[in-house]
């Protein structure tokens, strides 16, 4: 039995917290943080303890491994405490505010032989799954386009630059990079962006990337917190045919010539779970890390890339 202390209880937060509480066995909720004073009633409704200082928590005897599900401000902070208590550690995404502090996390970790997890939950999406299957079956892949594009958001810390580092970069197309490297198997080279600022006030709320892949790929990544719709569009183009896929609305279509060949929808499955009880095999020794430091800390260089070009006025910038 593992006992895990969670970091963080809001939106997100919560669902980590729902489903070690309840749906996983093998785990229980050992401890909670939250800065807001609703921690306390969240604890008293998973039958957990509420703890006022999350440094408590990790060193606390009865807590095994940690969730971090907050600001990515706080980041370095709790991977330094867990390095040193020793506890595994599971840091929702993006890994950190920029690439230095992400490399410093995972260096820190790493040195101290404490496993890295990084919660890049997309990657569970069963129509991600089903584009990576699907892909090589349309010969060699020349380009692409994809976005992400969600209602705007309603945290402030969203469009406060040192807490959250970036706006739809950092906080949506983080996502999307990651998922892109599973789906393709290729990193990205070099990027061209241009955003705007439509409803914030700091930090870009609409993005459009240009983006070469390793192979020569190229392609767009459009990302958005500006418009009352949600959608996240995948759409590769290959020699031999085009796959396109809806990670929102949960279909895949197999397009040759002028004819939809395949489609096919997929049931919605929560993603926050699939990732954590692969977490707890790992943590068991039964089975790899499902998304390791470095792979965490590549998607934060490429998202860095697209902000450096945003803001030396969309030049190419390679990705580190």
């Given at each position: 039995?593992?006992?895990i ?19 996983i ?9 939250r ?77 101290a032989g ?40 309603t945290?402030d ?5 040192d ?45 459009l ?17 500006v ?23 949960a ?14 929808e ?55």
């Open positions: 039995m593992k006992n202390a969670i970091l963080g209880t809001g939106r997100h937060g919560s669902r980590y917290a729902g489903h070690i509480a309840r749906d066995k093998g785990m229980t909720l050992a401890g909670i943080w800065r807001s004073t609703e921690g306390r009633a969240q604890a008293q409704r998973w039958s957990t303890t509420f703890c006022p200082d999350w440094r408590e928590l990790i060193v606390s005897s009865g807590v095994d491994a940690v969730v971090g599900v907050v600001p990515p401000v706080l980041n370095p902070a709790i991977a330094a405490a867990c390095a040193c208590a020793g506890k595994p550690l599971l840091l929702e995404k993006p890994l950190a505010r920029n690439v230095g502090e992400a490399r410093a996390i995972v260096t820190s970790l790493a040195t404490v496993p890295l997890t990084v919660g890049q939950t997309l990657r569970y999406n069963p129509v991600i799954g089903e584009l990576r299957r699907q892909l090589p079956e349309m010969g060699r892949l020349y380009g692409f386009a994809v976005n992400q594009r969600l209602e705007p958001s945290l810390w969203h469009d406060d630059r807490t959250a580092g970036a706006g739809v970069l950092f906080h949506t197309a983080v996502h999307v990079f990651d998922a892109m490297r599973l789906i393709t198997g290729l990193k990205v080279r070099r990027v061209m962006a241009q955003g705007r600022l439509v409803h914030a006030a700091a930090l870009e709320d609409q993005v990337v240009i983006a070469e892949l390793e192979n020569g790929v190229i392609g767009t990544v459009d990302v958005s917190k418009g009352r719709a949600r959608t996240g569009r995948y759409e590769f183009v290959g020699a031999d045919g085009q796959l396109h896929g809806e990670q929102i609305h279909f895949t279509e197999v397009i040759r010539g002028n004819v939809v060949q395949s489609r096919r997929f049931a919605p499955i929560p993603t926050v779970l699939q990732l954590l009880r692969d977490w707890l095999k790992f943590l068991e020794g039964d089975g790899d890390n499902p998304v390791t430091g470095e792979e965490g800390l590549y998607a934060v260089q490429v998202c860095e890339a697209c902000l450096v070009s945003l803001q030396e006025g969309g030049r190419w910038v390679k990705v580190q």
